[in-house]
């Protein structure tokens, strides 16, 4: 397999109190572009999210900030809550002040469970999103039970190929 970006990837094994629950964090270090997704079990308690990137990425705050800092474009984060009461932290960035071109950056989804599913965005945009987060949900300790990176390197067989089990 050919290394064409440079990627880092953990698996974590967290306890809910009732079940362990596993779930992905993948970290594209020439894009700068964060990912979390859900691998086994429930979706992430949104006040688990900073303790969780801490224990994978422990200086995920310091790279996120200067990215952030090195932003052109004037930002806001929205936050919009349905009538159900799930909410988006929405980044926006102006692209054209003439024509009040606003795009979304990222979102951040929070069900109306406090929890969220998978998503991914560049790491400069999780810094406002999660400051954002940080002032409706207190962050609190994850049970981790395990952490463990992903070497996404090691040579896969390709299908078709034989076991070896016909072989003396």
């Not at 429930?42 to 969780?52: C, D, F, S, T």
Request: glycine share 6%; net charge negative; hydrophobic share 35%.
């Amino acid at each position: 397999m050919e290394r064409i970006e440079r990627i880092e990837i953990w698996h974590i094994l967290w306890n809910d109190g009732e079940k362990t629950n596993r779930l992905s964090i993948r970290y594209n270090k020439d894009h700068e572009i964060i990912s979390l997704g859900i691998l086994h079990g429930r979706h992430l308690p949104v006040y688990y999210l900073e303790n969780i990137l801490d224990r994978a990425i422990p200086d995920w705050k310091e790279r996120a900030e200067t990215l952030h800092l090195s932003r052109v474009n004037p930002w806001i984060v929205e936050k919009h809550t349905s009538y159900y009461g799930s909410t988006n932290y929405i980044l926006r960035y102006l692209k054209d002040p003439v024509y009040f071109d606003t795009p979304i950056g990222a979102v951040l989804h929070v069900s109306c469970a406090n929890k969220i599913g998978s998503f991914s965005m560049w790491l400069g945009d999780l810094a406002p999103i999660m400051a954002k987060v940080r002032e409706d949900f207190q962050q609190e300790e994850a049970d981790i039970q395990k952490i463990f990176e992903i070497n996404i390197y090691q040579d896969f067989n390709e299908p078709g190929t034989p076991s070896g089990l016909l072989t003396k």
